[in-house]
């Protein structure tokens, strides 16, 4: 069983930056590919990133590639979501959520979720 509670959302300017971060419960975090997703009002769930068990490979939708970070420190059972530049239809509630494998984009693999935290960007 894996626990995740994200935190680090808020209010933006267009062109500004914000870190997520989603802290994990349980000794076998390392375990688990990360990925965080987003659901903006009225849409699907999306992908965002992913990153591997060990964090040595990592995965971006086309939408944020070149925009953001994603990271993990398994000492502390955390994985960070660095956004930069952010423009209005980054505004969703992202979530992060655990895959008992290395890496995957497909939220059909993800077992445990967060609540989410929500960002909102302002023009």
């Known amino acids: 069983q894996v626990q995740l509670v994200e935190s680090g959302g808020g209010l933006v300017q267009a062109g500004g930056s914000l870190r997520l971060s989603c802290a994990a419960s349980g000794r076998t975090f390392s375990r688990y590919g990360v990925g965080w997703f987003r659901q903006a009002p009225g849409k699907v769930r999306e992908f965002v990133a992913a990153i591997s068990r060990s964090g040595g490979s990592t995965d971006y939708a086309d939408s944020v590639k070149g925009r953001s970070t994603i990271s993990r420190d398994n000492a502390k059972n955390t994985v960070y979501l660095q ?12 979530y992060c959520a655990a895959a008992p494998v290395v890496l995957t984009t497909i939220r059909a693999g993800y077992e445990f979720w967060g609540q989410g935290t929500q960002v909102t960007v302002s023009s």
């Open 83 to 94: 956004m930069n530049n952010l423009n209005p239809e980054d505004t969703a509630v992202y």
